[in-house]
């Protein structure tokens, strides 16, 4: 997260639904390194197929702005 690239974090966000959920919600939280209009995206997406952890994490991200 540190460096900042996000080439390892878009290719994880594609097959997040193939993750584990711990896995999952790593990626979920990192995802906050995006531009804000691509995360929330993607964010709501996991969202709404996901349980409510994941719905939690996702609200979190969606109501914080990007980059924090």
Same mark, same amino acid.
């Given at each position: #997260?540190?460096?900042? =690239?996000?080439? &390892? %974090?878009?290719? %994880? +966000?594609? =097959?997040? =639904? $193939? !993750?584990?959920? &711990? @896995?999952? +919600?790593?990626? %979920?939280?990192?995802?906050? !390194? #995006?531009?804000? @209009?691509?995360?929330?995206? &993607?964010?709501?997406?996991?969202? $709404?197929?996901?349980?409510?952890? =994941?719905?939690?994490?996702?609200? !979190? %991200?969606?109501? /914080?702005?990007?980059? /924090?």
């Amino acid at each position: #997260l540190r460096r900042k =690239d996000t080439t &390892w %974090l878009r290719s %994880l +966000r594609d =097959d997040a =639904d $193939q !993750l584990g959920p &711990w @896995d999952r +919600r790593a990626v %979920l939280y990192a995802s906050r !390194l #995006l531009p804000r @209009d691509e995360m929330k995206v &993607w964010v709501n997406s996991v969202a $709404q197929a996901g349980n409510i952890v =994941d719905k939690s994490i996702s609200s !979190l %991200l969606s109501s /914080h702005p990007a980059g /924090h």
